[in-house]
């Protein structure tokens, strides 16, 4: 079963495929650029609500603020 | 000698300045690229001849108009035309890293890659093929490790070889697909036809960047004869088109990064790394703030601690020095000049130049080693609900050494209104030159409750910081909003090497050494003119008559305003000569009695003379704390703010705070029953 | 399996060491605590100085220690704990060394200035009891703690590698 959900509601260890970044052509052009594309597979190491959380990208890892991963909406992937 | 000019760049993190400074000897000019507040760096490489112009861009990941870092970077190549850009990327970072690179191929830069960080990738279970790489892109690609300086040689002999291919443009296309392809195609073919556009810039690279609505490009080329023709083809594009055209183009570039070339030149796996396990416990959610404060308080007890005896050793040399002057210069009005202006102003500024750079030792090692951006992460929800961004805190915990540097830290906030923000209330941070003010009123008055004092001032600055953010945030409608969302990269973590660390902090501390201590000693020798003159009236016989100087008709010219919070003349001109540099306001206690600055004797001076009552000395404490950024933080401020606005509203809004508050302290407290 | 058993040791340590740095750090703050509140002189305790904030740090420490607990139910990850552990003792002992040095030089100066020469550097001065301070011996004692983790981080790492 393949719901979508924002990559803030993630949890830790889990990884999952971006299907669609929402929010102002700003923020979309930003996240595309740091590698956060459509087809991308994630993986967050760190989330503790409300602070920000931790997401391992193309290799790198990058810090997202709450706001913004909840912009961010993903198909988790089973197992790990 | 053959000249060239190199470029580097890269992304954040990816060992630029060690192969600047590799390249360069560590040797660089630091200035302004003219007009902004970025920072630039040149340095000089002489290899097999030719003499290398070495300039170092900002740091970023992409090449949009977006912001200023990238923006000056991108200008400089397009411009400029520099004969070679060395374009460094992190082996351990490769795709993301690759994305400039595309960028840069587009502009049609001609390029060298560094493939740094080797030994990290290796470390990780994994090799990149740099001949396969090199193969793809069709631009050279030389494997180095910027910190163990290998690959450097090679990297100097690309650069020559490349340089002699002189034409600098290198036409390399990266295909994105139908539709957009064609379209490129068109509007460059258009652009085409305007010679002096094209003669300039590659013509396929502003075809893109007007499909992604690039401001800076779309202004250029609204100059040309043939804007109109382009307008007309652009918006029959746009019809074709999805709304989001330039997050496509960056999708594509991706996908042809992870599935073209990615396959072809990786080889390995990706394991758990020693940076993943290090940040079980740093980023916790429990433990990640407290663990920061206890890193916070080492990096103070280093800084005020270790570097307490070079700091007296200073001021015993120029005492020194001033004594000398006293006995060997026969005019008397000479010889304090030198001993007493001249020596006692270099004594000042070279006295808390330690703290300075100790602090900034400290910060650099916690730079280099990655560990300040996992600060910026925990303390980024804190930060968040004080209406300010994560990266705030840095400049904050700078500030509590001096707010110079603190200040000039903020550039890293990319947002204007947070950073301006930030900015606004860094004086209220207690910066290493109020201490000595703290601990003189203290002694005086507080007696044993002297430690307390001086504990509740630096509390108290944070608290007002606090209070005067979420205050600017609500009420002055420039910065309603919440603050611009955190998106930072934390770098794997590294052993800062020797040599880096060292650079870094002195690349900070001569920088601030420069621009604070020029005014400093200057402000010391106007305080000396002041109290000394006219000379025959201060000066009778042995003894030095103060109330008869310049500064004392001053002091009490301004006294009425002061006199509700219970500060005397000698009191206010000490706040005033603050103004100067908040080191002085001691030193001019110890010029009214007559005293060394270090002098045992003056507390007791200064108990003696009834200047403070233990409630008017906590209220000056705090008034010395909060009421005016010393002259040097005020150029800083001018400077980073770009406004006259901001830099007389700061010191509006501090004064009167200042007022503020010392009043409630005296009010209340009398209230209460002290005197 | 050989693995567990020593999981099971590196966690005693890590625990000892923890609990010796919560004690530590409780009773530093508690006198910290009491020293600015009554107008008596500094009070210190057999070797263990009255510092509120490095208390408070030294206590931070012990936590830090003591979070590698489900270790010894063989949780690979708890290793991260320790070795924070390790880097904060290492960084604490250091500061606290340099501090007992710099005092040393500033007798020096005051010596070579015409005052008396004096050892109360090595035993008191800014950094509580100079070389008596507690966190500069847990450094010493966390030193072979760190080693053994490392150690068992890279062992641990070539054996997950059949992925």
Same mark, same amino acid.
């Given at each position: 079963?393949?719901?979508?959900?924002?990559?803030?509601?993630?949890?830790?260890?889990?990884?999952?495929?971006i299907?669609?970044?929402?929010?102002?052509?700003?923020?979309?052009?930003?996240?595309?650029?740091?590698?956060?594309?459509?087809?991308?597979?994630?993986?967050?190491? &760190?989330?503790?609500p409300?602070?920000?959380?931790?997401?391992?990208?193309?290799?790198?890892?990058?810090?997202?603020?709450?706001g913004?991963?909840?912009?961010?909406?993903?198909?988790?992937?089973?197992?790990? | 000698?053959?000249k060239?000019?190199?470029?580097?760049?890269g992304n954040?993190? *990816?060992?630029?300045?060690?192969?600047?400074?590799?390249?360069?000897?560590?040797?660089? &000019?630091?200035?302004?690229?003219?007009?902004?507040?970025?920072?630039?760096?040149?340095?000089?490489?002489?290899?097999?001849?030719?003499?290398?112009?070495?300039?170092?861009?900002?740091?970023?990941?992409?090449?949009?108009?977006?912001?200023?870092?990238?923006?000056?970077?991108?200008?400089?190549?397009?411009?400029e035309?520099?004969?070679?850009?060395?374009?460094?990327?992190?082996?351990?970072?490769?795709?993301?890293?690759?994305?400039?690179?595309?960028?840069?191929?587009?502009?049609?830069?001609?390029?060298?890659?560094?493939?740094?960080?080797?030994?990290?990738?290796?470390?990780?279970?994994y090799?990149?093929?740099?001949?396969?790489?090199?193969?793809?892109?069709?631009?050279?690609?030389?494997?180095?490790?910027?910190?163990?300086?290998?690959?450097?040689? @090679?990297?100097?002999?690309?650069?020559?070889?490349?340089?002699?291919?002189?034409?600098?443009?290198?036409?390399?296309?990266?295909?994105?697909?139908?539709?957009?392809?064609?379209?490129?195609?068109?509007i460059?073919?258009?652009?085409?036809?305007?010679?002096?556009?094209?003669?300039?810039?590659?013509?396929?690279?502003?075809?893109?960047?007007?499909?992604?609505?690039?401001?800076?490009?779309?202004?250029?080329?609204?100059?040309?004869?043939?804007?109109?023709?382009?307008?007309?083809?652009?918006?029959?594009?746009?019809?074709?088109?999805?709304?989001?055209?330039?997050?496509?183009?960056? @999708?594509?570039?991706?996908?042809?990064?992870?599935?073209?070339?990615?396959?072809?030149?990786?080889k390995?796996?990706r394991?758990?790394?020693?940076?993943?396990l290090?940040?079980?416990?740093?980023?916790?959610?429990?433990?990640?703030?407290?663990?920061?404060?206890?890193?916070?308080?080492?990096?103070?007890?280093?800084?005020?601690?270790?570097?307490?005896?070079?700091?007296?050793?200073? &001021?015993?040399?120029?005492?020194?020095?001033?004594?000398?002057?006293?006995?060997?210069?026969?005019?008397?009005?000479?010889?304090?000049?030198?001993?007493?202006?001249?020596?006692?102003?270099?004594?000042?500024?070279?006295?808390?130049? /330690?703290?300075?750079?100790?602090?900034?030792?400290?910060?650099?090692?916690?730079?280099?080693?990655?560990?300040?951006?996992?600060?910026?992460?925990?303390?980024?929800?804190?930060?968040?609900?004080?209406?300010?961004?994560?990266?705030?805190?840095?400049?904050?915990?700078?500030?509590?050494?001096?707010? *110079?540097?603190?200040?000039m830290?903020?550039?890293?906030?990319?947002?204007?209104?947070?950073?301006?923000?930030?900015?606004?209330?860094n004086?209220?941070?207690?910066?290493?030159?109020?201490?000595?003010?703290?601990?003189?009123?203290?002694?005086?008055?507080?007696?044993?409750?002297?430690?307390?004092?001086?504990?509740?001032?630096?509390?108290?600055?944070?608290?007002?910081?606090?209070?005067?953010?979420?205050? /600017?945030? $609500?009420?002055?409608?420039?910065?309603?909003?919440?603050?611009?969302p955190?998106?930072?990269?934390?770098?794997?973590?590294?052993?800062?090497?020797?040599?880096?660390?060292?650079?870094?902090?002195?690349? $900070?501390?001569?920088?601030?050494?420069?621009?604070?201590?020029?005014?400093?000693?200057?402000?010391?020798?106007?305080?000396?003119?002041l109290?000394?003159?006219?000379?025959?009236?201060? &000066?009778?016989?042995?003894?030095?008559?103060? @109330?008869?100087?310049?500064?004392?008709?001053?002091?009490?010219?301004?006294?009425?305003?002061? $006199?509700?919070?219970?500060?005397?003349?000698?009191?206010?001109?000490?706040?005033?000569?603050?103004?100067?540099?908040?080191?002085?306001?001691?030193?001019?206690f110890?010029?009214?009695?007559?005293?060394?600055?270090?002098?045992?004797?003056?507390?007791?001076?200064?108990?003696?003379?009834?200047?403070?009552?233990?409630?008017?000395?906590?209220?000056?404490?705090?008034?010395?704390?909060?009421?005016?950024?010393?002259?040097?933080?005020?150029?800083?401020?001018?400077?980073?703010?770009?406004?006259?606005?901001?830099t007389?509203?700061?010191?509006?809004?501090?004064?009167?705070?200042?007022?503020?508050?010392?009043?409630?302290?005296?009010?209340?407290?009398?209230?209460?029953?002290?005197? | 399996?050989?693995?567990?058993?020593?999981?099971?040791?590196i966690?005693?340590?890590?625990?000892?060491?923890?609990?010796?740095?919560?004690?530590?750090?409780?009773?530093?703050?508690?006198?910290?605590?009491?020293?600015?509140?009554?107008?008596?002189?500094?009070?210190?305790?057999?070797?263990?100085?009255?510092?509120?904030?490095?208390?408070?740090?030294?206590?931070?420490?012990?936590?830090?220690?003591?979070?590698?607990?489900?270790?010894?139910?063989?949780?690979?990850?708890?290793?991260?704990?320790?070795?924070?552990?390790?880097?904060?003792?290492?960084v604490?002992?250091?500061?606290?060394?340099?501090?007992?040095?710099?005092?040393?030089?500033?007798?020096?100066?005051?010596?070579?200035?015409?005052?008396?020469?004096?050892?109360?550097?090595?035993?008191?001065?800014?950094?509580?009891?100079?070389?008596? $301070?507690?966190?500069?011996?847990?450094? /010493?004692?966390?030193?072979?703690?760190?080693?053994?983790?490392?150690?068992?981080?890279?062992?641990?790492?070539?054996?997950?590698?059949?992925?």
């Amino acid at each position: 079963m393949m719901a979508t959900i924002p990559l803030a509601m993630l949890q830790e260890n889990c990884e999952a495929v971006i299907v669609e970044v929402r929010g102002g052509m700003g923020l979309t052009r930003r996240l595309a650029e740091i590698g956060f594309t459509n087809g991308t597979r994630v993986k967050v190491l &760190h989330s503790a609500p409300p602070g920000p959380m931790l997401v391992m990208v193309r290799g790198s890892r990058i810090a997202l603020g709450k706001g913004v991963a909840m912009k961010i909406m993903v198909n988790p992937v089973e197992g790990i | 000698m053959e000249k060239i000019r190199v470029a580097l760049i890269g992304n954040p993190n *990816v060992g630029k300045s060690q192969v600047f400074n590799n390249l360069t000897g560590g040797r660089a &000019h630091v200035g302004n690229w003219p007009g902004k507040t970025v920072e630039k760096k040149e340095g000089v490489c002489v290899h097999k001849g030719v003499e290398m112009q070495i300039i170092d861009l900002p740091g970023t990941y992409s090449l949009t108009a977006r912001s200023i870092d990238e923006l000056v970077a991108r200008d400089f190549i397009v411009e400029e035309k520099p004969d070679i850009v060395i374009d460094i990327v992190d082996t351990s970072n490769l795709e993301r890293n690759l994305y400039l690179t595309f960028q840069l191929l587009e502009l049609e830069a001609n390029i060298i890659i560094a493939l740094n960080k080797q030994d990290v990738a290796k470390s990780l279970g994994y090799e990149i093929d740099a001949k396969e790489l090199s193969k793809l892109l069709g631009v050279p690609v030389i494997s180095t490790i910027a910190t163990e300086k290998i690959g450097m040689e @090679e990297l100097k002999d690309a650069v020559i070889e490349a340089a002699k291919v002189k034409e600098k443009r290198r036409e390399h296309t990266i295909s994105y697909g139908k539709p957009y392809d064609e379209i490129i195609l068109k509007i460059a073919s258009i652009l085409q036809k305007d010679k002096e556009l094209s003669n300039k810039y590659p013509v396929r690279w502003l075809a893109i960047k007007i499909l992604e609505s690039d401001e800076e490009v779309l202004k250029l080329v609204s100059k040309s004869p043939v804007y109109e023709e382009m307008k007309l083809q652009l918006s029959e594009a746009k019809k074709i088109l999805e709304e989001d055209v330039d997050t496509a183009l960056a @999708e594509k570039r991706y996908s042809i990064i992870s599935e073209v070339i990615l396959p072809k030149v990786f080889k390995g796996t990706r394991p758990l790394t020693l940076t993943d396990l290090l940040d079980k416990a740093l980023l916790s959610k429990y433990l990640g703030i407290p663990i920061f404060l206890a890193l916070w308080w080492a990096l103070f007890r280093f800084t005020f601690d270790v570097s307490a005896p070079f700091q007296d050793l200073t &001021h015993m040399l120029f005492s020194k020095l001033g004594e000398i002057a006293n006995s060997h210069i026969s005019d008397p009005q000479l010889a304090s000049f030198v001993a007493d202006g001249i020596f006692g102003g270099l004594g000042a500024v070279l006295t808390f130049l /330690f703290p300075i750079f100790f602090l900034f030792l400290g910060l650099a090692l916690l730079e280099d080693s990655g560990y300040l951006a996992r600060a910026a992460f925990v303390m980024d929800r804190i930060m968040y609900k004080l209406g300010l961004h994560g990266r705030s805190f840095i400049p904050m915990l700078i500030g509590f050494g001096c707010n *110079v540097p603190a200040i000039m830290a903020t550039r890293t906030i990319d947002r204007e209104e947070d950073r301006i923000l930030t900015i606004l209330v860094n004086p209220l941070m207690s910066c290493s030159a109020r201490l000595p003010i703290y601990l003189l009123i203290a002694s005086t008055v507080l007696g044993p409750y002297a430690a307390a004092g001086v504990y509740s001032m630096y509390i108290l600055g944070i608290v007002l910081a606090i209070l005067m953010a979420l205050l /600017f945030r $609500r009420t002055i409608p420039y910065f309603k909003g919440k603050p611009s969302p955190l998106i930072l990269e934390l770098p794997l973590y590294a052993v800062p090497t020797m040599k880096s660390t060292l650079v870094h902090m002195w690349e $900070r501390g001569s920088l601030f050494l420069k621009k604070a201590g020029t005014i400093i000693f200057l402000g010391v020798i106007v305080v000396w003119l002041l109290s000394s003159y006219p000379w025959e009236a201060v &000066h009778q016989g042995d003894t030095v008559v103060l @109330e008869n100087s310049y500064i004392a008709t001053l002091g009490r010219f301004l006294e009425p305003i002061f $006199r509700p919070l219970g500060f005397n003349w000698m009191a206010v001109v000490a706040l005033f000569f603050g103004f100067i540099a908040k080191e002085i306001v001691v030193g001019t206690f110890a010029t009214f009695f007559g005293l060394e600055e270090s002098s045992e004797d003056l507390p007791t001076a200064l108990r003696s003379s009834g200047t403070f009552t233990p409630l008017t000395g906590l209220a000056f404490m705090a008034f010395s704390l909060i009421y005016i950024p010393c002259i040097a933080t005020i150029g800083v401020i001018y400077r980073e703010t770009g406004s006259w606005k901001w830099t007389i509203f700061t010191v509006m809004y501090e004064l009167t705070l200042a007022y503020v508050v010392a009043f409630i302290i005296v009010t209340f407290g009398r209230l209460i029953g002290f005197t | 399996m050989k693995q567990n058993v020593e999981n099971k040791w590196i966690a005693i340590y890590a625990i000892i060491l923890g609990v010796a740095y919560v004690i530590l750090g409780t009773v530093e703050f508690a006198l910290g605590v009491y020293n600015l509140f009554s107008p008596i002189e500094s009070v210190s305790l057999v070797g263990v100085s009255a510092d509120i904030f490095g208390g408070f740090a030294a206590f931070v420490i012990g936590v830090t220690y003591l979070s590698a607990m489900p270790l010894l139910k063989g949780v690979r990850e708890s290793l991260g704990f320790i070795l924070v552990g390790t880097l904060l003792s290492t960084v604490y002992g250091v500061i606290y060394l340099l501090i007992v040095c710099a005092d040393g030089l500033e007798t020096l100066l005051t010596f070579l200035g015409g005052g008396a020469w004096t050892w109360e550097w090595l035993t008191s001065g800014s950094a509580g009891t100079g070389l008596l $301070r507690p966190e500069i011996w847990l450094f /010493f004692v966390s030193l072979p703690l760190a080693y053994l983790t490392l150690r068992k981080k890279e062992r641990g790492r070539s054996q997950n590698d059949k992925s």
